[in-house]
């Protein structure tokens, strides 16, 4: 290859941009390669043209060698701010490959979207503070729509007593109730240990350690043990009813069901809700019972106090509308703690995440559920002199 040849091989490619003024028209002359290796020098004096009062501009490409996509883009940009500006533009000079060329940039001139304008604070949380109301509002809603289908299902069960699924009822009640005692008589027994030991360290200042029995005997049986044992119960057997009725929902088993005809409310949910009605009062004993025995330890190794006397002492302070007090409320917490998990788990979408999500919100309705219960009954039974 001859040497002036190999050097203009290696000669970097030049754009090149004049301006100037013919009369009352403004001339802009591109030449030579406007390509994307060529073109970063001129980027910024070509975006900064000005057409300076000029009526028309004539954009002249006859001395443009090479013309890529970014060329076509600068020379199209430029048409489109002198146009703006109310300035009539004219491309003169322009071979039909590179008006095409040109004409496909204009196509697919998409707007770069700006930065959103700030938003005061105390709007987006007016916003999120609506948007969170409306949804609790439909949960709620959809929950009561829930609980009106359990009902009226749960009562046509009952009055047709032959298609109850015994098998299914069993297990759940193994699963809800057999396999919750463990952990169930443990925080019963130490929540007794607990108020014993808190109620002897305040009654010891005024010399009526005795009635620490009345106080574990009322708190325990009115109050704790059935709070107690509904929460740990919503939290194991509540989100279990949801994962399982959600991974049947992901797997489209529930699909299934009705495609060969059952039902799946009285398939999936009405077990599960006579299950735990059945097995949440006795539950309530045994954790009653555990409590006291607690509350009886505790005062027996801190307060000398036998279980002969704790025993008296409780009969004589604590009356029997005490405990039923306590028990009342079991299956009320056991239908509501039932028909929560399985009403998140029947609106599981096709994904695990879903089923997660829904888990954790059944746990917290179901417990928020109860202590609000709990609480309205607490005012209503005082109110009753019960």
Request: aromatic share 6%.
């Amino acid at each position: 290859m001859p040497q002036e040849a190999l050097a203009k091989s290696r000669e970097r490619p030049v754009a090149r941009l004049a301006t100037r003024r013919e009369g009352d028209q403004l001339v802009v002359e591109l030449a030579g390669c406007w390509t994307t290796q060529a073109i970063a020098g001129q980027d910024t004096e070509i975006y900064g043209l000005q057409p300076n009062g000029a009526a028309t501009a004539r954009i002249e490409l006859d001395k443009i060698e090479e013309l890529d996509t970014t060329g076509a883009w600068l020379v199209y940009r430029t048409a489109r701010e002198l146009k703006k500006s109310g300035t009539a533009v004219e491309l003169s000079g322009a071979r039909e490959e590179q008006l095409g060329l040109i004409e496909t940039v204009s196509e697919h001139d998409v707007p770069c979207p700006g930065f959103p304008p700030p938003v005061n604070p105390l709007i987006t949380i007016t916003l999120r503070l609506g948007r969170a109301s409306f949804e609790i509002c439909a949960e709620a809603r959809d929950l009561l729509n829930f609980l009106g289908h359990t009902l009226v299902v749960l009562l046509r069960t009952l009055l047709r007593p032959r298609s109850i699924r015994v098998t299914a009822l069993v297990s759940h009640m193994e699963q809800t109730g057999i396999n919750a005692l463990p952990i169930v008589g443990l925080i019963s027994f130490l929540i007794g240990v607990v108020l014993a030991f808190q109620g002897a360290d305040q009654l010891a200042r005024f010399g009526a350690q005795i009635f620490t029995v009345n106080l574990v005997g009322y708190g325990v049986l009115r109050e704790m043990g059935i709070l107690l044992t509904a929460i740990v119960v919503a939290g194991r057997s509540g989100s279990a009813f949801t994962a399982q009725i959600g991974t049947m929902k992901v797997n489209e088993e529930i699909d299934a069901l009705r495609t060969i005809g059952l039902d799946p409310m009285e398939v999936l949910v009405i077990p599960r809700v006579l299950a735990l009605m059945i097995v949440l009062p006795l539950l309530t004993f045994y954790a009653d019972m555990m409590g006291l025995l607690g509350g009886a330890v505790m005062a027996t190794v801190s307060l000398d106090i036998s279980f002969f006397q704790f025993a008296r002492q409780l009969s004589q302070g604590v009356t029997i509308e005490s405990f039923w007090v306590g028990i009342i409320k079991a299956p009320v917490f056991a239908f509501i703690i039932a028909m929560v998990g399985c009403y998140e788990g029947l609106k599981v979408t096709r994904s695990a995440e879903s089923v997660g999500r829904r888990t954790t919100t059944a746990v917290v309705e179901a417990i928020f559920l109860v202590i609000v219960l709990d609480a309205m009954a607490s005012v209503l039974f005082s109110q009753l002199g019960l």
